[in-house]
C-alpha cells in the first residue's frame, strides 16, 4: 500500500470511527446508569389482607420488576387449597419475579434439638419455594435476638449447612443482619459469619435500617464483594430518634427519613453487579392506605432516590 492509499485509509477508519461516537453519544438515554431493579416486599403491604395471589397482581399493576413474599402467605395460601404451580405460573405470566421469601427458622442457635428442627423447617419451606420459582430464602438470627452471644464461629458452620442445602434444594439462602438482635446486629459480624462459613454460596442480605439500628456505618457496606449481594433492603428512619430506640414500624418510606440515601446507593452500585432494592416497611400509616396506592407510593420514591444518587 503506497502513501496516498494509506493516508486514504487512515481517513476513512477515523471517520468512521467518528460517526460510531457520534452515535454512541447520541443516545445516552439508551445507556442504563444503574444496576438496580425494584421490588415490593409485601411486609409493606400487609396489613391490607391482599393473599400472596393478589400481591403478586399489585406488584406487576404498579411496575415492579419482582416481589419477596413471606412464608406464613405462602403457607397460608397452600392451607386454603392454592397450588403451588398456581403461583410459579401467576408469576410468570404477569413478567414479576419471586426474587426471595422472608422465613422465621431457627438455625443459628445454641440448642441442638431447636436446630435440627429449623433444618427441617428450611428444607420443606425450600421444597415449596423451589416450586414457584422463588430464587431466594433470607436466613436472619431467629431465636436469637436475645439471650447470651453466640460463638461466631459456631455460627459460621451453621450457616454452611444452611447454604449447603439450599444448593441441593436450588434456594440460594441470604445472612440477613438483624440490627435489634443480640447476635448478628452488626454488619461486621454478619460479615464474619458469612466469610467463615466458608460457602461459595453465602451472600449477605443488609438493610438501611437494620444498618443503623445496629450501629455499623453505611461505609461498611464497602467491604463487601458485589458477587455477595444480591439484594438490599429499602427503607428509611427518622434521624431525631436514638439509633437503639429505633423500632421496625418508625419506618418510613425511602428519602422520606434522614439516612444518607446517596452515599448508600452509590456504593451499592459501584459494585458493577445487579442489585435488588426491596421495599420492606412496617408503617401503620402505609397499612392504612389502598395497597395499590401504597405500593405505587414506594416504587416512585425508590426510584427518585436512584435518579438522584446515580444521576
Known amino acids: 500500500m503506497n502513501r496516498r492509499n494509506l493516508l486514504k485509509s487512515g481517513l476513512t477508519g477515523a471517520a468512521a470511527l467518528a460517526v460510531g461516537n457520534q452515535m454512541a453519544f447520541a443516545s445516552p438515554e439508551k445507556k442504563k446508569k444503574h444496576n438496580f431493579t425494584f421490588c415490593l416486599n409485601t411486609s409493606t403491604i400487609m396489613r391490607q389482607n391482599l393473599g400472596l395471589m393478589k400481591e403478586i397482581e399489585t406488584a406487576a399493576a404498579v411496575g415492579y420488576d419482582g416481589i419477596e413474599i413471606w412464608m406464613r402467605t405462602l403457607e397460608a395460601y397452600v392451607k386454603e387449597g392454592g397450588k403451588l404451580a398456581d403461583v410459579k405460573k401467576k408469576a410468570s405470566d404477569l413478567g414479576i419475579v419471586i426474587e426471595d421469601s422472608i422465613g422465621f427458622a431457627a438455625w ?38 436475645k439471650g447470651p452471644k453466640i460463638d461466631l464461629r459456631k455460627a459460621a458452620e451453621r450457616f454452611y449447612q444452611v447454604c449447603q442445602q439450599g444448593k441441593e434444594m436450588g434456594v440460594l439462602p441470604q445472612l440477613e443482619l438483624w440490627g435489634f438482635s443480640e447476635n448478628l446486629h452488626l454488619f461486621g459480624e454478619t460479615l464474619f459469619v458469612a466469610a467463615e462459613s466458608g460457602h461459595p454460596d453465602a451472600v449477605i442480605l443488609p438493610d438501611v435500617y437494620h444498618l443503623r439500628r445496629g450501629g455499623s456505618p453505611f461505609e461498611a457496606l464497602e467491604m463487601i464483594n458485589g458477587s455477595k449481594i444480591q439484594m438490599f433492603h429499602m427503607n428509611d428512619y427518622p434521624g431525631n430518634i436514638e439509633k437503639s430506640k429505633l423500632t421496625d414500624g418508625m419506618r418510613v418510606m425511602t428519602g422520606d427519613g434522614d439516612a444518607p440515601m446517596d452515599k448508600i446507593l452509590q456504593i451499592l452500585n459501584s459494585k458493577g453487579v445487579p442489585i435488588t432494592l426491596s421495599l420492606e416497611i412496617f408503617n401503620e400509616d402505609v397499612w392504612k392506605m389502598d395497597a395499590k396506592e401504597a405500593s405505587a407510593m414506594g416504587l416512585a420514591k425508590m426510584k427518585a432516590c436512584v435518579a438522584k444518587a446515580i444521576g
Not at 420443606?124 to 431467629?142: S, Y
Open 108 to 145: 443459628v442457635v445454641d440448642n441442638d434439638e431447636e436446630r435440627n428442627k429449623a433444618l427441617d423447617q428450611i428444607k420443606r419451606e425450600m421444597d415449596m419455594l423451589a416450586q414457584i420459582g422463588c430464587k431466594r430464602i433470607a436466613a436472619p438470627p431467629f431465636g436469637a435476638t
